[in-house]
Structure formats: structure tokens, C-alpha cells
């Protein structure tokens, strides 16, 4: 198990390899799809961003409500491919890692590759589990969006696993072939 | 003629909703518990082990299993003696839906236009409402929240009748294939066989919602059930997608007769909260 602390630079994550479980810790930035959309189009507008996107990691999540005395509602990973088309630009940008569960396609990788991102997966539907992991939420942009406000998260030891790594191994592919038996 | 007020079912819709996001449904908790005990590769134990300590954690706290509520789908099997009184049945399963989803804690998820606008309508509504009308006097319904990321992955196919049995186990494995780690495995998997091409939908859902264990009335088909599950848990795909047997906890079949040129076949597929709770009123 690796401990990893934010912000999350390129020497940590150079270090990660498909299959890594990791317990990680810090401050970490929730997006979905209509807040990527927003998101990419200040980019274009040459616009500022409401958080400065290099080495942090955005959480590919729409959390529920917190209930009273809660930080944080059930919030595990929503499927990340619906922000394929937007994580490319991110990255661009210094983002580091994200998180979230699925596949990605061809061009997230690349670019993955290319300004040394992670992609993480964190288990889809253990939302309950997760929300015990934050420590402190807070909406920073787009609160007229609701659950898909940009939230920055303090979060501790949340389990997550290394999906896809800088070099492109993809344990959704990895993971099968070993539990198979066959040669990775 | 047995009446039965609408605010009497606006009550039971909302606790259908709350408890169907909160708990998981008993025969889904055993073949977990089941699964999990077979369950050898070891990052696919240790995504389980977290999936069960999730659900205790969310059916403690009463807190959503998954942070998806889902949309909900309301199943009503009316008798046609009986009488709905006290206004409009539609309006108050809606009401139901939006008590459910506020008063518990439950994520609004519904916009009110799929394309242009996509503008969340804040209380979760409207609902997806299905009507049968059976005999007797009796009202029973069904709350089947359904989150997203599964349902992105459902297909439907319209097949040959040549394409027989190899067919319908060709594509339903491309579909799990296609689905893999989006659908959140270990996946609940409903096949519909027959009908049309609206039917068959509806019958793969149904296939979905029917409780594990439960088998087709066809021996063919009961034994085409468990020869599925068994290929589909034989891809590796595992929980979570990172490997291991445990792809898929159980898998249902429906059919029904069809046209002399058709054989369409859907597949439903629903993460493990497989959210559904239903009541007799």
C-alpha cells in the first residue's frame, strides 16, 4: 500500500504503476461533466480558473446532500469517459491526476502520457465508504450546478487503485489477463 | 370496489425511495456475502471486502449506498377492482418521488430536457411510471431507482431467429465486455428475449429486478441463465474491473412470444445496489 500526499508532482507520479493501491491524503478537487465543460471553456476564453489545476487531482464525482452534521454525502466515482473530451486540456494544464472509474480512450492516455498524468479508480458505488474518507468539503465554483459544483476536498486515506499510469499500462486490461492466467 | 387514498401511496413511494437507496436488498446481501467468501484473487477480495463494509456502513447511517439515487422507475400492478381516491395517482407518485428525494438526503439527478437545455429539476422528478392492470383488489408497487452508470452500458439488439442461442450468448457477452468497469461491477444482469423492440427492453428490466435465485419457468432457459453467468464471471473482468471472478452476482432471463421474423434481445445491466424495494398496499 502506498501512502501519497497532495499536491501530487511529477516525481509521484512517475513512480506509480498500474495495479498500485494507494491510501491517499490531502487537498483534491471534484469536477463532472458540466463543470469540465465551464472549466474548458475559460480555458478558451483565456480565462482564470477558479483553482490553479497543476500537480492537483480532480475527483470525478456528484456527491449527495451532506445530512445535517455530515461534511460530506455518499460520493464515490461517476464514469470518467463522459470527460474524455475534456481531460486532454487539464492535463495540458499541470493537472496530475484524476479520479474516477472506467475506461478511458486513446487520446486521454496520450495525453497522459505526454504531461505525466495518473488516472485513478476509486470503487464505483462504495459512495458511503468514501464519504467517511473526507474530512472537509467545500464549494469553490459553480454552486448553481449543485451536486456538479466544483467542491475542494480534505480528504484522508481514501482507498483508491492505479488504473491507467504514465506509461500507458492499463490495469483493466492487466488485471483480467493476470487473474486469467494468461501472459501480460 | 377497495379504495385506497393517493396520499396513502405518495407516503409509500417516498419510504420506497429512501429505503431502496439505503439497503441493499436481502438475496442481493446473501449472494454477496457467498461471492465474496469464493472469491480468490486478491485485489478482488479487497474491493469486496470494501463494497460490504460500504453497504453496512450506508444501511447503519441510513446514507446512500452510492452517491447515484438514480431515476426512479415505479412499477404499479394495479387490481382492477381497486378505486383511486383523493386525486390524481400520476401526480402523487411524482409527490412521492420528491419527498423521497428530499427528505432523504438523496441526490437530484433528473434534467428536465435531454438535449438543448438539460436543466436539473431539483426534486428528482418526474419518474419513469409503468402501469399493469391485473385482477383483484390489491395495489402493489415497486420503487426501482436506477443510477446511470450501468444503464449507460444496456444494450439492445435486434437478432435473427437464425442467429438461435449462440447469438443471444454472443451478444450478451459483448455487452458485458463493452460494460466492463463502467457499470460498477459485480453487475445484476437482466436479458429480455422476444417481444419487440420496446418490449424487450421492458423484459430485460423486469429480468433485472426478479430476485436472485428466482429461475425462468423454461428448463431451457434456467439452464441458458446459469450457462450465462458462468461465461460472464469467466471473463476476469472482476470487481471493479481490476480482475477476479466475481463480474457478475446473478442473471435472469424473460421472455415472451415474438413476430415469425424477429428475435430481439436487450440486456439490462445494474451496479450491485440493484435498487429496488416494493410494497403491497
Do not use: W
Not at chain 1, 495518473?118 to 467545500?138: E, L, N, P, W
Not at chain 2, 449472494?31 to 469486496?48: C, G, N, S, Y
Not at chain 2, 430476485?211 to 425462468?216: A, L
Amino acid at each position: 500500500m502506498i501512502r501519497l500526499t497532495t499536491p501530487l508532482t511529477i516525481d509521484k507520479v512517475k513512480a506509480l504503476k498500474a495495479g498500485d493501491q494507494v491510501l491517499l491524503s490531502g487537498t483534491i478537487y471534484t469536477g463532472r461533466d458540466a463543470a469540465h465543460k465551464r472549466l474548458v471553456e475559460l480555458v478558451k476564453q483565456g480565462k482564470k480558473l477558479p483553482f490553479d489545476p497543476k500537480d492537483q487531482i480532480i475527483y470525478y464525482v456528484g456527491p449527495t446532500p451532506a445530512k445535517p452534521g455530515q461534511v460530506f454525502g455518499s460520493g464515490g466515482p461517476t464514469t470518467s469517459g463522459r470527460m474524455d473530451a475534456y481531460a486532454p486540456t487539464m492535463l495540458s494544464l499541470g493537472l496530475r491526476g484524476m479520479i474516477g472509474k472506467g475506461y478511458r480512450n486513446e487520446a486521454v492516455k496520450e495525453a497522459m502520457h505526454t504531461y505525466t498524468g495518473v488516472y485513478f479508480g476509486a470503487i464505483g458505488g462504495a459512495g458511503a465508504y468514501i464519504s467517511q474518507c473526507v474530512k472537509q468539503a467545500k464549494v469553490i465554483a459553480f454552486d448553481d450546478l449543485g451536486a456538479e459544483a466544483i467542491r475542494e476536498l480534505d480528504v484522508k486515506d481514501f482507498p483508491l487503485t492505479v488504473v491507467i499510469d504514465c506509461e500507458g499500462n492499463d490495469l483493466y486490461e492487466i488485471g483480467k489477463k493476470e487473474y486469467l492466467g494468461e501472459k501480460v | 370496489m377497495r379504495e385506497i387514498k393517493t396520499e396513502v401511496i405518495t407516503k409509500a413511494i417516498r419510504d420506497l425511495c429512501i429505503e431502496a437507496n439505503c439497503q441493499l436488498p436481502d438475496d442481493i446481501s446473501q449472494v454477496f456475502d457467498k461471492m465474496l467468501l469464493e472469491e480468490t484473487f486478491p485485489i478482488a477480495k479487497d474491493t469486496l471486502k470494501i463494497l460490504s463494509e460500504n453497504a453496512r456502513l450506508a444501511k447503519e447511517n441510513h446514507s446512500p449506498i452510492c452517491q447515484d439515487t438514480g431515476m426512479a422507475c415505479v412499477f404499479m400492478t394495479i387490481g382492477q377492482d381497486v378505486h383511486i381516491i383523493g386525486g390524481s395517482l400520476e401526480e402523487a407518485i411524482h409527490e412521492g418521488v420528491r419527498q423521497g428525494y428530499d427528505e432523504g438526503y438523496l441526490r437530484k439527478s433528473v434534467v428536465s430536457e435531454p438535449m438543448f437545455d438539460r436543466v436539473n429539476t431539483k426534486d428528482n422528478t418526474p419518474a419513469l411510471i409503468y402501469y399493469d392492470i391485473v385482477e383483484g383488489d390489491r395495489l402493489d408497487i415497486t420503487v426501482a431507482p436506477k443510477g446511470f452508470g450501468s444503464e449507460n452500458m444496456c444494450q439492445i439488439k435486434m437478432l435473427k431467429p437464425s442467429d438461435g442461442v449462440e447469438g443471444v450468448k454472443e451478444f450478451v457477452l459483448k455487452v458485458i465486455r463493452d460494460a466492463g468497469p463502467n457499470a460498477c461491477p459485480p453487475m445484476v444482469i437482466g436479458v429480455g428475449i422476444g417481444g419487440s423492440f420496446d418490449k424487450v427492453a421492458l423484459l430485460s428490466k423486469k429480468a433485472m429486478l426478479r430476485s436472485v435465485g428466482s429461475h425462468h419457468t423454461d428448463a431451457r432457459y434456467q439452464a441458458l441463465e446459469k450457462e450465462l453467468l458462468e461465461m460472464v464471471n469467466a471473463t476476469g473482468i472482476g470487481p471493479a474491473g481490476y480482475g477476479g471472478k466475481t463480474t457478475a452476482l446473478s442473471l435472469n432471463i424473460e421472455t415472451y412470444p415474438t413476430h415469425i421474423a424477429g428475435m430481439p434481445v436487450a440486456v439490462s445491466i445494474c451496479c450491485h445496489v440493484a435498487r429496488h424495494k416494493g410494497v403491497s398496499l
